[in-house]
């Protein structure tokens, strides 16, 4: 995924309202997000992530590993356990 930089900030007359944000970075812009997602009447999903380790280690230290990965998108460089998603919506 290449980076994309938004220019427009909220409050500006050219920012679309409308438009969920998939990487959310504080509390007001997922309270954003949670408010589309319940209010759009398209198909939703919500996809949980998968962890994978793979190296020649055994299979209990394989387990081990996934198990101390935290459930906290601040710790995890931004990424969440469950991702909400919404067809036919824009993502930035």
């Known amino acids: ?5 938004l220019n427009v900030r909220p ?5 679309n309202m409308n438009m969920a944000h ?8 997922h ?3 949670n408010a589309l997602y319940a209010l759009s009447k398209a198909d939703k999903a919500q ?5 994978i380790v793979i190296g020649d280690i055994s299979d209990d230290l394989k387990k081990q590993m996934k198990n101390k990965i935290p459930d906290d998108p601040t710790k ?6 469950l991702m909400s998603v ?3 919506t824009k993502y930035d």
């Open 31 to 33: 309270a954003h997000n």
């Open 76 to 81: 995890t460089m931004g990424l969440y356990l």
């Open 22 to 29: 998939l990487f959310t970075k504080n509390a007001s812009v």
């Open 47 to 51: 996809t949980k992530a998968l962890d």
């Open 86 to 88: 919404v067809t036919a």
């Open 11 to 15: 409050g500006q007359d050219n920012y």
């Open 1 to 5: 995924m290449k980076q994309r930089l």
